[in-house]
């Protein structure tokens, strides 16, 4: 199953991607998770229901440095596998 999940707020330059790395790789998930231009992040995730919805739900929380106004989950069609869970270049 796959995930993606835009996260707005204060994300960006507060450890949100390294939280959503720590987090990822703690529950077994592949993907990756990355700045957007918009001030955004965006985290795209693999694994169980059962944990990425466990992963949604810390997200939306997020590191106590950040402040997390929204968080938009889409349940995609699984598209290219990913192995392991890594930060990737800003888009």
């Given at each position: 199953?796959?995930?993606?999940?835009?996260?707005?707020g204060e994300v960006q330059g507060v450890g949100f991607r390294y939280f959503a790395l720590q987090r990822a790789?703690?529950?077994?998930?592949?993907?990756?998770?990355?700045?957007?231009?918009?001030?955004?992040?965006?985290?795209?995730?693999?694994?169980?229901?059962?944990?990425?919805?466990?992963?949604?739900?810390?997200?939306?929380?997020?590191?106590?440095?950040?402040?997390?106004?929204?968080?938009?989950?889409?349940?995609?069609?699984?598209?290219?596998?990913?192995?392991?869970?890594?930060?990737?270049?800003?888009?």
């Amino acid at each position: 199953m796959q995930a993606r999940i835009l996260v707005f707020g204060e994300v960006q330059g507060v450890g949100f991607r390294y939280f959503a790395l720590q987090r990822a790789r703690a529950l077994g998930l592949n993907g990756f998770v990355r700045n957007l231009s918009d001030g955004s992040v965006e985290a795209v995730v693999q694994g169980s229901k059962k944990d990425l919805e466990e992963f949604v739900a810390e997200l939306k929380n997020g590191p106590s440095s950040g402040s997390v106004r929204e968080a938009r989950v889409f349940w995609e069609k699984q598209g290219r596998k990913f192995e392991g869970f890594g930060i990737e270049a800003s888009a």
